[in-house]
């Protein structure tokens, strides 16, 4: 498996890719593009979250060619107005110029206008988890768009994962940070600077469930998959990723580290109960978040039950 993070700034490409990342991922915003709906589900503009300049792209671009680490493009918003759609032709347009072939795409309509403007054909398209790829009978469609991968959204069990991976694509899942309370393909809240996020906000569940909210800041604080590593690559899972973008970069730097070390004990290891217990005593020596991903083949539960 290898290792997609988020990045907010130009400035974290290098280190992000000397603690080991395979890939990175990153919004492009230009500034004739701002008059409009957020772009890739980070209406934000007073902390880095993604660029906005062409120049940081093509300075990108020169770091891409030295250290051969690639870069996609988020476009990840559930829908866009058709009056922007012209504005996202030329974004891409740029973004091809400057050496950047691959989009991160959540809207279905979006990728339809591609596809008859001909777009596709001179793009790679991974289809963003907020898309909300649900069965097989999604999947069989989405993939009349040519993808080269699919990302599985957060709520995507192991249990299914098996039974969706069965194209001849590549595949990502979600492993560390930003877990939901919500499905991201459902979820209208916006990111931005002014409001808080609508996971954010005080809430009543109905029904009662005796939970035990811990407080944590280490590894996995916000969200972990760490335990499923063994089962992820079993199922043929090539890339996992680490939710970064507007975190600080120490921190990313060290979910790298640990992931990656996390991903050698895998491979050292001759089970999978051997692996999560070498795991577990290596990173999590004051004991795990328990912001479970995925609990006994399903999703966890974001409290610790």
């Not at 009056?83 to 989009?103: A, Q």
């Not at 596809?115 to 097989?136: A, D, F, M, T, Y």
């Not at 120490?250 to 999978?272: F, G, P, Y």
Request: include cysteine.
């Amino acid at each position: 498996m290898k290792i997609t993070v988020g990045m907010g700034s130009i400035d974290e490409y290098i280190s992000f890719v000397e603690a080991g990342a395979d890939e990175v991922f990153i919004g492009y915003v230009p500034s004739y593009m701002k008059e409009f709906s957020a772009l890739n589900r980070r209406e934000v503009y007073f902390s880095n979250v993604q660029i906005g300049a062409r120049s940081e792209l093509q300075i990108l671009s020169r770091m891409v060619d030295k250290y051969r680490i690639p870069v996609s493009i988020t476009m990840n918003s559930l829908s866009y107005p058709e009056s922007m759609y012209p504005y996202i032709k030329r974004m891409i347009d740029e973004c091809l110029e400057d050496g950047f072939d691959t989009f991160i795409v959540a809207d279905i309509h979006l990728l339809e206008y591609l596809k008859k403007e001909r777009i596709l054909e001179r793009i790679r398209v991974h289809i963003s988890g907020e898309i909300g790829e649900l069965n097989s009978y999604t999947l069989k469609y989405l993939s009349s768009f040519s993808p080269s991968r699919i990302i599985f959204h957060r709520k995507v069990s192991l249990e299914n994962m098996v039974k969706l991976s069965t194209m001849n694509l590549e595949y990502e899942a979600f492993v560390l940070n930003e877990n939901c309370h919500f499905h991201g393909g459902y979820c209208q809240s916006l990111h931005c600077d002014s409001l808080s996020h609508m996971c954010h906000l005080p809430y009543r569940m109905e029904k009662e469930v005796e939970t035990q909210f811990v407080e944590y800041e280490g590894l996995g604080s916000s969200g972990c998959g760490l335990c499923a590593l063994w089962q992820l690559e079993q199922i043929g899972i090539q890339y996992g990723k680490l939710v970064s973008r507007g975190n600080f970069v120490e921190n990313t730097i060290e979910d790298i580290m640990s992931l990656k070390r996390a991903l050698a004990i895998v491979k050292e290891c001759l089970s999978e109960q051997e692996y999560v217990e070498r795991m577990k005593k290596e990173l999590f020596s004051y004991g795990c978040s328990g912001q479970c991903y995925f609990r006994n083949g399903q999703n966890g539960p974001f409290v610790k039950i």
